[in-house]
């Protein structure tokens, strides 16, 4: 009965190879987010999809490429790994797109380039 | 712009001590919202409360309690009596009225709270 789960938990990839995180909410929220941790711990937003229409874009190289099949799944799709791109990404989901509406974060997931 | 800062980055302290955790905002907006998050070691991000700028009442639940103070753009958090299991990093966060991208969160960069036996 997880609230937002994510796949893999774990990914560890090489330099160059395409790889996807999956992300599913089972809160009937019409809201998901990507947000980017990295190795000192700092949260930024990347995007959000808003019952399947994207609607913050944050400058992310377009590398990354989220997609949204229904309103319960927000996966991310990441072209040519660098090793910058190593980091933990939380999905999360709100109610509505409201700057008021409370996110619940997915567990994450520990992406690591060599 | 936005900004949160959280100027503890490490707080040591003993188990039953009180520790408070310091959060200063900016924002140009009158309508906003602040968020406190705890990130065990374990990793997940666990929402804890939610502030609106139109309400300064303090909350208090159980050991937690929130300090709001707009006239000093603060949104402190103390934890009494502290226990092992409060280990953690602690995120304070802001999110503006809807209509201005409505739903972003902008996050302070965590204060990180040991608390030993």
């Known amino acids: 009965d997880t609230a937002v789960s994510q796949t893999p938990k774990y990914l560890v990839t090489q330099m160059g190879n395409d790889k996807s995180i999956k992300c599913e909410q089972n809160l009937g929220h019409d809201t998901m987010y990507w947000y980017k941790q990295d190795s000192k711990k700092f949260l930024k937003i990347m995007f959000s999809y808003n019952n399947k229409e994207l609607i913050i874009n944050e400058t992310v190289p377009n590398r990354f490429s989220p997609k949204s099949p229904d309103k319960a799944h927000l996966n991310l799709h990441i072209n040519s790994l660098e090793l910058g791109d190593s980091a933990v990404y939380f999905c999360?989901?709100?109610?509505?797109?409201?700057?008021?509406?409370?996110?619940?974060f997915g567990p994450g997931t520990r992406l690591t380039v060599l | 712009a936005q900004k949160v800062t959280q100027a503890q980055t490490e707080i040591s302290v003993v188990e039953k001590e009180d520790v408070t955790l310091d959060c200063v905002y900016e924002t140009r907006d009158t309508t906003y919202y602040l968020f406190w998050y705890k990130q065990p070691p374990s990793g997940e991000l666990v929402f804890l409360i939610r502030?609106?700028?139109?309400?300064?009442q303090n909350e208090i639940s159980g050991r937690y309690s929130w300090n709001f103070q707009k006239s000093t753009s603060s949104f402190n958090f103390t934890i009494t009596a502290s226990q092992v299991v409060d280990s953690a990093v602690y995120f304070c966060?802001?999110?503006?009225?809807?209509?201005?991208?409505?739903?972003?969160?902008?996050f302070g960069q965590g204060t990180e709270l040991s608390v030993k036996p």
């Open positions: 502030r609106n700028s139109f309400d300064e």
């Open positions: 999360a989901s709100s109610q509505v797109s409201g700057a008021a509406d409370t996110q619940y």
């Open positions: 966060a802001l999110s503006e009225a809807p209509g201005n991208q409505g739903g972003k969160l902008i």
